[in-house]
Nanobody, 127 residues
Framework: QVQLAESGGGLVQAGGSLRLSCVAS????????MGWFRQAPGKEREFVAA????????NYADSVKGRFTISRDNLKITLYLQMNTLKPDDTAVYYC????????????????????WGQGTQVTVSS
């Protein structure tokens, strides 16, 4: 089992940047493919970005492609989401998630695929 803790959220003006972090504890971080999801008030949780165990393959939602970058540091047992050119529509609670997998190169873009979730961090983008 792995525990996940997000940080780095906050209030930012449109066009600004934030970097979210997700620190893992428990089982070895490198066992897991990782992802970021978000949920805005009154909306369903949606996929943002995903990364394989090997750190070599990534995938993004169309709405964030070119603005957000997912990365991981297996030595620091931390997942990151660099968010640039933020828009008011990016306002949501952001969650990191972990998927236990044997594959080094697979990423997962559906919430149902993931085994473990953090508590979330609020990102608010003002216009």
């Amino acid at each position: 089992q792995v525990q996940l803790a997000e940080s780095g959220g906050g209030l930012v003006q449109a066009g600004g940047s934030l970097r979210l972090s997700c620190v893992a504890s428990g089982r070895t971080f490198s066992y897991y493919a990782m992802g970021w999801f978000r949920q805005a008030p009154g909306k369903e949780r949606e996929f943002v970005a995903a990364i394989s165990k090997s750190n070599s393959r990534t995938n993004y939602a169309d709405s964030v492609k070119g603005r957000f970058t997912i990365s991981r540091d297996n030595l620091k047992i931390t997942l990151y989401l660099q968010m640039n050119t933020l828009k008011p529509d990016d306002t949501a609670v952001y969650y990191c998630a972990a998927k236990s997998t044997a594959s080094m190169y697979t990423y997962y873009a559906t919430a149902d695929s993931y085994d473990y979730w953090g508590q979330g961090t609020q990102v608010t983008v003002s216009s």
